[in-house]
T-cell receptor, first 113, second 114 residues
Framework: QKEVEQNSGPLSVPEGAIASLNCTYS??????FFWYRQYSGKSPELIMF????GDKEDGRFTAQLNKASQYVSLLIRDSQPSDSATYLC?????????????FGPGTRLSVLP | DTAVSQTPKYLVTQMGNDKSIKCEQN?????MYWYKQDSKKFLKIMFS???????INETVPNRFSPKSPDKAHLNLHINSLELGDSAVYFC?????????????FGSGTRLTVV
């Protein structure tokens, strides 16, 4: 079973809409969850992290975590064409090294003007 | 002032050659990483160093050898390059070895083996 899963997309939304990106993970003991944005040809940049169940808001971004269901999502309100990028979910998992972060395959978001 | 810088940005080389990629961070972070992103954009950890000590050494060919002269630098040397080594290699750093505050990535090195 893959450790971190995301729909690869592309997810297309019109400008101004809410984009919803989902991520599921397999390790019930995971405690830290991150969302990174990666523009084409660029490096990933951290946009949000969440540790506790519930919602965490930062500007137009809201991260939602449900540990019981083992999913974390990212909502982008008032989507802009500049939000078009690949969004990577990263989750800490327990392994032979104590813990490690595993990235999902990413969801490509396309915001249409 | 670049936080995590890696050089070179592009590297085109022939099969069988040996090459190095250098990484430096000026964030004062204790932990540094090498990640490989393949053509499908899947980002996978290769190595992690905490204060110059190897913490994570994932299953990568032993042709790949990381070296950390100090906690601000983590270089990657690759021997006998193969076509399958073509990818983008990202260096990253984090404040704690647990990575709990997230990573800062370098701009990447696009390696093409011909």
């Amino acid at each position: 079973q893959k450790e971190v899963e995301q729909n690869s997309g592309p997810l297309s939304v019109p400008e101004g809409a809410i984009a919803s990106l989902n991520c599921t993970y397999s390790d019930r003991g995971s405690q830290s969850f991150f969302w990174y944005r990666q523009y084409s040809g660029k490096s990933p940049e951290l946009i949000m992290f969440i540790y506790s169940n519930g919602d965490k808001e930062d500007g137009r971004f809201t991260a939602q975590l449900n540990k019981a269901s083992q999913y974390v999502s990212l909502l982008i309100r008032d989507s802009q064409p500049s939000d078009s990028a690949t969004y990577l979910c990263a989750v800490n998992i327990r392994d032979n090294y104590g813990q490690n972060f595993v990235f999902g395959p990413g969801t490509r978001l396309s915001v249409l003007p | 002032d670049t936080a995590v810088s890696q050089t070179p940005k592009y590297l085109v080389t022939q099969m069988g050659n040996d090459k190095s990629i250098k990484c430096e961070q000026n964030l004062g972070h204790d932990t540094m990483y090498w990640y490989k992103q393949d053509s499908k954009k899947f980002l996978k950890i290769m190595f992690s160093y905490n204060n110059k000590e190897l913490i994570i050494n994932e299953t990568v060919p032993n042709r790949f050898s990381p070296k950390s002269p100090d906690k601000a630098h983590l270089n990657l040397h690759i021997n006998s390059l193969e076509l399958g080594d073509s990818a983008v290699y990202f260096c990253a750093s984090s404040q704690a070895w647990t990575g709990e505050y997230g990573y800062t990535f370098g701009s990447g090195t696009r390696l093409t083996v011909v």
